[in-house]
Every structure is written in C-alpha cells, then in structure tokens.
C-alpha cells in the first residue's frame, strides 16, 4: 500500500459539486426573501426566485394574472431588484400552476 498525503476532509467537501448546489440553492433563499420584502406589496408572496444566471434573475409565478400586472411594472421591479442584486440586467417571469403560495 503506498503512503498518500493526508487531505483535509473540509477542503474535499467545500470543492465538492455537492456544496457548489447547496451554496446556490442558499443565495437563491437568500435573494428569494430579500425580493419578497423589498418588492411592492400586491406582489410579496406572489413569486419565487427560481435561479440566477447570466445577469437574469428568473422567477416563477403561480398565475397569469400575477404575471401580467408584474410585467405593468417590470422596470420598477427591475430597480428594486437591482438594490438587493446589482448585478441584476433583467428579470423572467414563467408561470408555474403548480407554484401556491
């Protein structure tokens, strides 16, 4: 049996593709509940974060109709998401029936 070097078991968990998914599924709850507070009222608890990548910040919606009046007001929001995420270009709504809030 040959002598390998030891590795530090916290060093092989943190690079694992495991913790890269629980690291994003944390800063999507993270961002989810900062928008949830910082978006108008008629809209809080109407949405969820479902991912962030390449600057766009896509959301789920549970009907059309929340859908419609999010996008009357897509550039406010866009503003208001941009405090909590600057990095932030543009937001994507997709209607997800399953989605209850």
């Known amino acids: 049996m040959r002598r390998n070097k030891m590795k530090n078991i916290q060093e092989i ?22 928008l949830q507070q910082c978006f108008p009222a008629p809209f809080q608890g109407r949405f969820r974060v479902a991912n962030v990548r390449d600057e766009v910040i896509y959301c ?7 859908k419609q009046g999010i996008l ?30």
Do not use: C, M, W, Y
């Open 13 to 34: 968990v943190e690079r694992s593709a495991f913790a890269q998914i629980a690291k994003h599924g944390l800063f999507l709850a993270d961002l989810n509940k900062q």
């Open 72 to 101: 009357f007001r897509q550039a406010e929001l866009l503003k208001l998401a941009q405090q909590v995420f600057p990095q932030a270009k543009r937001l994507t709504f997709k209607i997800n029936p399953e989605l209850s809030f």
């Open 60 to 66: 789920e919606v549970a009907s059309a109709t929340v």
